[in-house]
């Protein structure tokens, strides 16, 4: 597509509830990330694939998030058993092999 | 450690006057520095990058920034304030968190640039 999405752009759950976010990066970009940007902060790394290969999730919070890219171009964020602290903007970004990252319009998670 | 501060968390000026919105960073190794901006409701659009070429980054809407290592800053500046340039600001520098070995960004807190008319 022309440039990266996310898909819902706002998910309101319960708390205890499962979640999953998705983002769709420019097509033919090797380089996929995740970020969380809570409410005047900056965004902060969460993970990042090359191709279907996860290469570092350090960024992850605990063992409550995942994440996947099974077939190198749409992502899966996961996040289980939510919590409220969990709520906030969930961006995603694309990367061709040697270039800038291209962010997506984020999903807004509100965990009630 | 390595950290990415932004000096001030709201800046207000009038339109047409110049905008100066402050970076410092610190880093073992010369960085790649970013600047980014966020339209409310809108996603994250890079402004202009420094990767060790000329320290002077001219970016788009008239910003532009000068990279300055006996400083440690990246400084974003524009001549001349138009209303449209009201947003959120953030410096960023590549390759800095703990995992290391890729390109994932390190933000500032941003910037809040207000305009005045």
Same mark, same amino acid.
């Given at each position: 597509?022309?440039?990266?999405?996310?898909? !819902?752009?706002?998910?309101? /759950?319960?708390?205890?509830? #499962?979640?999953?976010?998705?983002c769709d990066p420019?097509s033919g970009h090797v380089s996929l990330?995740?970020?969380?940007?809570?409410?005047?902060?900056?965004?902060? &790394?969460? /993970?990042y694939f090359n191709y279907e290969a996860q290469q #570092?999730?350090?960024? @992850?919070?605990? #063992?409550? &998030?995942?994440?996947e890219r099974p077939e190198g171009s749409i992502s /899966?964020?996961?996040?289980?058993?939510?919590?409220?602290? #969990?709520?906030?903007?969930?961006?995603?970004?694309s990367?061709?092999?040697?270039?800038?990252?291209?962010?997506? !319009?984020?999903?807004? @998670?509100?965990?009630? | 450690?390595?950290? %990415?501060?932004?000096?001030?968390?709201?800046? +207000? %000026?009038?339109?047409?006057?110049?905008?100066?919105?402050?970076?410092?960073? +610190? +880093?073992?190794?010369? $960085?790649?520095?970013?600047?980014? %901006?966020?339209? $409310?409701?809108?996603?994250?659009?890079?402004?202009?990058?420094?990767?060790?070429?000329?320290?002077?980054?001219?970016?788009?809407?008239?910003?532009?920034?000068?990279?300055?290592?006996?400083?440690?800053?990246?400084?974003?500046?524009? $001549?001349?304030?138009?209303?449209?340039?009201?947003?959120? =600001?953030?410096?960023? %520098?590549?390759?800095? =968190?703990?995992?290391?070995?890729?390109?994932?960004?390190?933000?500032?807190?941003?910037?809040?640039?207000?305009?005045? $008319?």
């Amino acid at each position: 597509g022309a440039g990266v999405s996310q898909s !819902p752009r706002y998910k309101v /759950t319960k708390r205890g509830q #499962d979640v999953a976010l998705r983002c769709d990066p420019i097509s033919g970009h090797v380089s996929l990330y995740w970020y969380r940007q809570a409410l005047g902060q900056g965004p902060e &790394f969460l /993970t990042y694939f090359n191709y279907e290969a996860q290469q #570092d999730k350090s960024g @992850l919070p605990n #063992d409550r &998030f995942s994440a996947e890219r099974p077939e190198g171009s749409i992502s /899966t964020l996961t996040i289980q058993r939510t919590e409220q602290r #969990d709520s906030a903007m969930y961006r995603c970004a694309s990367r061709a092999l040697a270039g800038t990252q291209f962010f997506g !319009p984020g999903t807004r @998670l509100t965990v009630l | 450690a390595q950290s %990415v501060t932004q000096l001030d968390s709201h800046v +207000s %000026v009038s339109e047409g006057t110049p905008v100066l919105l402050r970076c410092n960073y +610190s +880093s073992s190794y010369s $960085p790649s520095l970013f600047w980014y %901006v966020q339209h $409310p409701n809108k996603g994250l659009q890079l402004l202009l990058k420094y990767t060790s070429a000329a320290t002077l980054v001219k970016g788009i809407n008239g910003f532009e920034a000068e990279f300055k290592k006996s400083e440690t800053s990246f400084h974003l500046t524009k $001549p001349s304030a138009h209303m449209s340039d009201a947003a959120e =600001y953030f410096c960023v %520098v590549s390759g800095m =968190y703990s995992g290391g070995g890729a390109d994932g960004l390190t933000f500032g807190k941003g910037t809040h640039l207000i305009i005045q $008319p």
